[in-house]
């Protein structure tokens, strides 16, 4: 065998992702609250494009015109202008923090400025629960005080708002709520200090032989213990508050369902017409010219990508609700198994694309504001051969319990034969991971002891 150099011609196909390309599906997988983020910072950065914030009835003139040639009830469309509400632009965080509102509480009594500084330490050291996560003789080593200063400062702490809180732990904060809330249950104390594992796993009959009670006394104890905060520190430490801004809305009109795409956060884009006249001009100089057509090319581009993203959001979502009409109609209980190649074989695009126009989407819809990767659901074989959603099986599950006898609560292989029987096959295991995935406790920790 002989090895040489030499040169040759070869043909090979190779799949290239442009620039403008990238750019498309980007935007495409982008919700509206992103998207408008996103075209502020191409916005910064490409001068020739201007916009126009996209409001008021001009977003619907295209809907109007479907309307007039449909001919429905003329109130119709104003009730839906009205009935729609722009969503808050912004939420105002939470101006008072912790430390504030126990320091506030505190202002009444006289306290020496140790105490306060102490407070305050013992404040800075309180968790996401509400507890203190260090011992008291741990902050007195670091503040070089007393022990006892800092546990007695600690302990101020129980009497204030919201109770429980400044507690060494889980049992340390629902013996403070129940002290103060229920002064004369003395059992309260038993349950809380001995048998919380108990209640948590359903065993009443164990807690009743401790404790000689009856099933009725453990049960109404119980039902107290579950009135308390387990973690009265989180109303502080929680995430601000975030509205779901509908991408597309849907809306019964007669017996048809209409979908419109809102792009009331999304501006209008155009290109300035003085670089487009510059770009064009014979006596120009060269180098603006050249630079204002990148820009110019650059920003069709992406006018051309936000109108493909609107009119692929459309499609997929009226092929949603084509295949999904009897939910619309009926109600969760008729929601089918849907997969993403039966979307994007109705409209003629690749999984993938189907997938990036409904992550992170959410849809105004007669049955709520639903995330359209929502109506994606696995499912289970039925008699039939037709198929029946996991969301559909878990609507039947808990209309079912909500609807048992307390005393004589549906088990998970009771609820298997109930849905057997409406010819859905499914284990007794199978109901019993839909029935955790709906946080509903098992029969044993259901069931209700007397009137």
């Not at 792009?263 to 017409?273: A, G, K, S, W, Y």
Request: proline share 4%; glycine share 6%; net charge neutral.
């Amino acid at each position: 065998m002989q090895m040489g150099f030499g040169l040759w011609q070869q043909q090979t196909q190779k799949l290239i992702l442009t620039q403008e390309l990238r750019q498309a599906i980007a935007i495409l997988q982008l919700s509206s609250f992103e998207l408008s983020q996103y075209l502020q910072q191409e916005m910064a950065e490409n001068p020739v494009m201007e916009w126009e914030e996209a409001a008021g009835a001009e977003g619907w003139g295209e809907f109007d015109a479907w309307l007039r040639e449909s001919g429905p009830d003329p109130g119709l469309l104003r009730s839906m202008r009205e009935s729609y509400r722009e969503p808050p632009a912004d939420v105002a965080a939470r101006s008072e923090n912790l430390e504030d509102h126990l320091m506030v509480q505190l202002s009444d009594l006289r306290l020496s400025p140790l105490e306060k500084r102490v407070l305050r330490y013992v404040i800075g050291n309180i968790d996401e629960r509400g507890y203190v996560s260090m011992s008291s003789a741990e902050m007195a080593a670091q503040l070089g005080v007393e022990e006892t200063l800092v546990e007695r400062c600690r302990r101020r702490l129980h009497g204030l708002e919201p109770l429980g809180i400044g507690a060494l732990d889980l049992r340390e904060c629902l013996n403070i709520q129940a002290r103060e809330r229920y002064p004369d249950e003395p059992g309260l104390k038993d349950l809380i200090d001995h048998h919380l594992q108990d209640v948590a796993e359903g065993r009443q009959s164990r807690i009743a032989q401790a404790l000689q009670i009856d099933l009725q006394e453990v049960q109404r104890l119980s039902d107290l213990l579950k009135t308390l905060d387990p973690k009265p520190g989180r109303m502080f430490f929680g995430d601000q508050v975030r509205f779901v801004i509908p991408d597309v809305t849907i809306e019964r009109v007669g017996g048809d369902y209409v979908v419109m795409v809102h792009d009331r956060l999304t501006p209008h884009l155009h290109i300035n017409p003085i670089y487009r006249r510059i770009a064009s001009t014979q006596g120009a100089d060269r180098e603006a010219k050249s630079y204002l057509s990148k820009k110019i090319q650059s920003a069709m581009w992406l006018i051309r990508s936000l109108e493909q993203r609107r009119q692929t959001i459309l499609r997929v979502t009226e092929a949603i609700v084509e295949l999904q009409r009897d939910f619309f109609d009926r109600g969760l209980e008729y929601l089918r198994p849907m997969t993403l190649r039966q979307v994007a074989e109705r409209v003629g695009v690749h999984e993938s694309t189907v997938s990036r126009a409904t992550t992170g989407k959410y849809a105004q819809t007669p049955r709520g504001v639903l995330e359209l990767k929502y109506f994606f659901s696995s499912g289970v074989q039925t008699r039939g051969g037709e198929g029946a959603s996991a969301e559909s099986i878990k609507a039947k599950i808990r209309k079912w319990i909500q609807e048992e006898d307390r005393s004589d609560p549906l088990s998970d292989q009771r609820l298997a034969d109930l849905l057997q029987q409406e010819g859905i096959r499914i284990s007794r295991r199978t109901v019993a991971k839909y029935r955790e995935e709906l946080r509903i406790a098992s029969s044993a920790q259901r069931r209700r002891y007397g009137s």
